[in-house]
């Protein structure tokens, strides 16, 4: 504040109800001033006390003007300084400054020196007085005049703001994605329209009643000030009683109330897609203008909360579990994610539960069963925790539990499913394992934290059932790395991140296309690659290749079906089968079925297995390749060389071909013509009576060597590189030899 401020009232910044007037009196006249003073001192105007300030020059005048925009009343001496000084201040009163609302009295010390009507006019200037006129009395009827007028002034620019603030709000309301986060924001606005403290709530009424016809409760979405910590709770729990009965009332009543000390503002499902009431603490009697800009405001919020509802519907059916109606695995890494970056996270948890042996009791009493048991274990696990710790199921049997530690401690959750009197029955599943993380153990980001978790929860699960262990960084050692990446390929097959690449084989005589690869790819959800040598053999040492190769055989089948009706039924499909997927029992059917249902005939598919895998358990193989041969497929055996097979068994192998490995290739032009194995490998299956082709062939020199010494097909980068499907097509088209 500038120095040149003068308070007659020393306690003028003391909080008060009643309103106060300011009043600037400008005149270098001594006298007038102390009268004016006199005058005023103790005097009160529309239920409020008059402030005096005081300027002796212009100057004074002007920069305490520009500098106090809530003065109601200036009562200037005309003639000071210069004969039109007291006009221009006013002129910059209203041009510069762009003070609309301060009314102004001019005064002049002898009579006859009245402005013109037009000066008045034009600069809003209320009245005139010569001084000897002003008595005290008429100084009190200048004054009511002049600070009603004021006022109402001041009301009205008031609303035009607050108009302008509910436009510019409203935008960033409707950006908000949630009713929490919208409702939060429509309290704080209401807070700076009405120029209040922020403090109220903003609740919702649950969608149907009690069970016994009961008035339907109602939940806080969002409050602040003193009721912040009633956040989430029901009305029926907020301890303020007669808040909580006003908020009630306006849903009963459905309409909004104007309390002596709170304003609850009604929004009403029509327009906002559920009942919302709004509660804001005032503290004093709204007046008309604020009443009116609040029922715009509740009109353009109503809408607001409607869209907001209707996109937290959209985000329910992403961050909700289907069968359990509780947050899912995307849900869950959200809620880690901005626990994480939150400095909050060191007193969180992050607890993993897993069924014991549920899938066990799925097989043995059926889906339905084990579904129904995984509602109970939600459900007891929803009821045993505040709302504020997340409950979400990550997949199958394995439920999550994130919140502080104080509350989400492993001995409870045991307690919570080993009381003695067991409130269902589980069957076959008695107990459960769980690991528990403390997030200030853990640097990383949300996905790795739930899979170490995961992982800790496995290695737990090793040592038997009703296993509670806490996770230890230390513990997770080398395999924790391969564990993670199984969990990941098992979410980037859930979520169809896997695909296939088709890379043509052409034989080299005719330049015709004979066949394509099918080779598995893996993108993640970065955008990265996964290359198939790290995952494929991790998927072969878990087990996990059975999904995984049913899942590439289904895809190649569509690709080849896809090939076919664009006219290139003769081109076949060559698909790598792994050890673990030949030998099961039910191969042939597997693969019989997965022919049908792609609609795919048998002489348009070709197996590769690897040579290793042929020759081990030789006759379960060699039963298996006839099994497919006899139905018309093809077989190849893949990286031929690398082996040692005995020519002996090779003869009694039920196979077409042989793929020369790309290592021998590459050392075409590289060593001596004499020490070739390529040259090795085409002999040999030349004695055997099968074809060979060549891969992994890069160049002109390549191809020519393999095409001179009997190998009559290759595959490589010379001809193309794998390519999805729809680029195959492309290229097919433009390939000379294709059709
Ligand atoms: P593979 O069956 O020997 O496949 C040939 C590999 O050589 C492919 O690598 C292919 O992209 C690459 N290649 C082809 N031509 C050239 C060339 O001219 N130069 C070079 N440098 N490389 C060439 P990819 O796709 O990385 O596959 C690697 C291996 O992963 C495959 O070797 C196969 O063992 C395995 N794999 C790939 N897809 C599948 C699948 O669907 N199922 C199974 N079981 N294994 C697969
Ligand atoms: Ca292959
Ligand atoms: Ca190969």
Same mark, same amino acid.
């Given at each position: 504040m500038d120095d040149t401020l003068r308070f007659l009232d020393d306690d003028s910044t003391t909080f008060s109800d009643k309103p106060v007037w300011r009043v600037l009196a400008v005149d270098d006249d001594a006298d007038f001033q102390r009268a004016t003073a006199f005058g005023l001192n103790g005097l009160e105007v529309l239920g409020g006390r008059i402030e005096l300030l005081q300027a002796y020059s212009y100057r004074e005048a002007s920069r305490l003007l520009a500098e106090q925009q809530d003065i109601a009343l200036i009562l200037l001496d005309v003639v000071m300084e210069t004969e039109d000084a007291g006009l221009r201040l006013v002129k910059a009163l209203r041009d510069v400054i762009g003070n609309a609302e301060s009314r102004v009295v001019l005064l002049t010390g002898e009579p006859g020196m009245a402005p013109v009507r037009e000066v008045m006019r034009d600069y809003d200037i209320n009245d005139y007085w010569t001084k000897s006129e002003l008595t005290a009395e008429r100084l009190l009827t200048v004054l009511t005049a002049a600070i009603r007028s004021y006022s109402q002034l001041k009301a009205v620019a008031r609303a035009r703001r607050g108009l302008q603030m509910i436009v510019e709000s409203s935008n960033a309301l409707f950006c908000s994605r949630n009713t929490r986060e919208l409702s939060a924001k429509i309290l704080s606005e209401i807070a700076s329209l009405l120029d209040l403290q922020a403090e109220g709530i903003v609740c919702v009424r649950a969608e149907e009643g009690n069970a016994d016809g009961g008035e339907p409760d109602a939940r806080i979405v969002s409050a602040s000030g003193r009721f912040y910590r009633a956040i989430d709770e029901t009305l029926d729990q907020l301890d303020n009683h007669d808040v909580a009965d006003a908020l009630r009332r306006c849903l009963r009543e459905q309409q909004t109330l104007r309390l002596s000390n709170c304003t609850v503002l009604f929004f009403p499902r029509f327009q906002a897609g559920a009942d919302y009431a709004c509660y804001v603490a005032t503290e004093r009697p709204l007046d008309d203008t604020e009443l009116e800009l609040l029922k715009v405001f509740s009109a353009s919020i109503s809408r607001g909360l409607y869209n907001v509802s209707l996109f937290s519907r959209l985000e329910e059916m992403a961050y909700q579990d289907d069968l359990l109606k509780i947050p899912n695995r995307n849900a869950l890494i959200r809620m880690l994610e901005m626990t994480l970056r939150d #400095? #909050?996270? /060191? /007193?969180r948890v992050l607890v993993l539960i897993d069924i014991d042996n549920f899938s066990g009791a799925n097989m043995a009493f059926g889906t339905g069963y084990g579904d129904f048991i995984l509602g109970l274990v939600a459900k007891k696990l929803r009821e045993a925790f505040d709302s504020n710790v997340l409950i979400a199921r990550v997949r199958d049997d394995l439920f999550a539990i994130l919140g502080p530690e104080s509350q989400v401690r492993a001995p409870d959750i045991v307690a919570l499913f080993r009381s003695n009197n067991r409130p269902y029955e589980l069957g076959q599943v008695h107990s459960f394992s769980s690991t528990t993380m403390r997030l200030a153990d853990f640097h990383g980001s949300a996905g790795v934290a739930l899979q170490d978790a995961r992982l800790a929860l496995k290695q737990a699960k090793l040592q038997g059932h009703d296993q509670h262990t806490f996770y230890d960084p230390q513990l997770l050692g080398e395999h924790a790395e391969s564990f993670r990446m199984l969990l990941a390929l098992r979410d980037a097959v859930e979520a169809g991140r896997i695909s296939i690449e088709l890379q043509p084989q052409i034989d080299l005589r005719s330049r015709k296309v004979t066949g394509v690869e099918a080779l598995a790819r893996w993108q993640q959800a970065d955008g990265r690659w996964v290359p198939p040598l790290k995952f494929i053999p991790l998927a072969e040492a878990t087990g996990y290749i059975l999904p995984l190769g049913d899942l590439l055989m289904r895809l190649a089948l569509q690709a080849a079906k896809k090939l076919a009706d664009a006219g290139f039924a003769h081109i076949r499909m060559a698909v790598n089968v792994s050890a673990p997927q030949l030998l099961q029992h039910d191969f042939i059917e597997r693969f019989t079925g997965h022919l049908e249902a792609a609609g795919v005939s048998a002489r348009q598919v070709e197996v590769e297995i690897t040579e290793s895998v042929a020759m081990r358990t030789f006759d379960t193989v060699c039963e298996k390749l006839n099994a497919l041969r006899e139905m018309g497929v093809t077989v190849a055996i893949d990286d031929f060389g690398t082996g040692f097979s005995s020519l002996s068994y090779l003869r009694q192998l039920p196979a077409d071909r042989l793929k020369i490995d790309r290592s021998f290739v590459v050392e075409i032009g590289e060593l001596g013509d004499q020490q070739m194995i390529a040259d090795a490998v085409i002999q040999i299956a030349a004695r055997v009576g099968m074809q060979v082709i060549a891969e992994g062939v890069e160049t002109q020199q390549q191809a020519a060597w393999v095409l001179q010494h009997g190998c009559f097909d290759a595959q490589g980068y010379l001809f193309a590189k794998p390519m999805p499907l729809k680029e195959l097509l492309g290229w097919l088209e433009s390939w000379p030899g294709a059709r």
């Open positions: #400095s #909050s996270k /060191d /007193d």
